[in-house]
Every structure is written in structure tokens, then in C-alpha cells.
């Protein structure tokens, strides 16, 4: 129903910060809830942050809150992962993904997923 393709990875030190974007196209990109999930090599996929398909709610998870912010832009069907304070720990693919919800953040209930973005955090 959607594409996703995201941007933005690379290598930082550990205190600097990246910027991810996620360039939607298909249909109607304004009714997904969209969200960012990240998986390190031998773990599980993890929730990241969500924000609602009227940009009016985020949610993030406990081990990147103060630190990432996200957002988007439905003029522009795109959503972006602000990352401050980058730690050795956020070292992972990072992948945007849209959920036929208002907003969740649980992995099940996304049913888009984009290719990945590596982000990479030295110490």
C-alpha cells in the first residue's frame, strides 16, 4: 500500500547526532501512523518512537526519550528520526515502518516496512 525508503545512516561518535528520513509514496500516506524500529545484529526488533497519523501524539521508547524526536510531514510524505546524544547502545539497522493505526507501538501491527538505514555510534 506504501514504499518506504529511508536515509540518513552512518558512522558518529558517541554524542553527536543524525538525522533519519523516510520517503513514503503510495496511497493516501496521511492515514498510517508511522513509526521507527531499530535491530542490533543478534537481538530482536525493537520500537523505536511512534508518532499519529494527525502528527498530534508521539511515543518513544524509554531507552531514547529526551534524545530522539520524531516527525512528519504529510505535504511532503515523508517522516523524519531526530537523534541527539547518540550512545555506543543505539548502534543498530534503523527501519521506518507504517501501521494501519492511529498510532502503535507494537511491531505486529505494522504492515509496511522500509529496506534500513545503518547508524553506527563509536565511542
Known amino acids: 500500500q506504501v514504499q518506504l525508503v529511508e536515509s540518513g545512516g552512518g558512522l558518529v561518535q558517541a554524542g553527536g547526532s543524525l538525522r533519519l528520513s523516510c520517503a513514503a509514496s503510495g496511497r493516501s500516506f496521511s492515514s498510517y501512523g508511522m513509526g521507527w524500529f531499530r535491530q542490533a545484529p543478534g537481538k530482536e526488533r525493537e520500537f523505536v518512537a511512534a508518532?499519529?497519523?494527525?502528527?498530534?501524539?508521539?511515543y518513544y521508547a524509554d531507552s531514547v526519550k529526551g534524545r530522539f524526536t520524531i516527525s512528519r510531514d504529510n505535504a511532503k510524505n515523508t517522516v523524519s528520526l531526530q537523534m541527539n546524544n547518540l550512545k555506543p547502545d543505539d548502534t543498530a539497522v534503523y527501519y521506518c515502518?507504517?501501521?494501519?493505526?492511529?498510532?502503535?507501538?507494537?511491531?505486529?501491527?505494522?504492515?509496511?516496512w522500509g529496506q534500513g538505514t545503518q547508524v553506527t555510534v563509536s565511542s
Open positions: 508518532i499519529s497519523r494527525n502528527d498530534g501524539y508521539t
Open positions: 515502518a507504517a501501521a494501519n493505526r492511529i498510532i502503535s507501538w507494537q511491531r505486529h501491527e505494522y504492515n509496511n
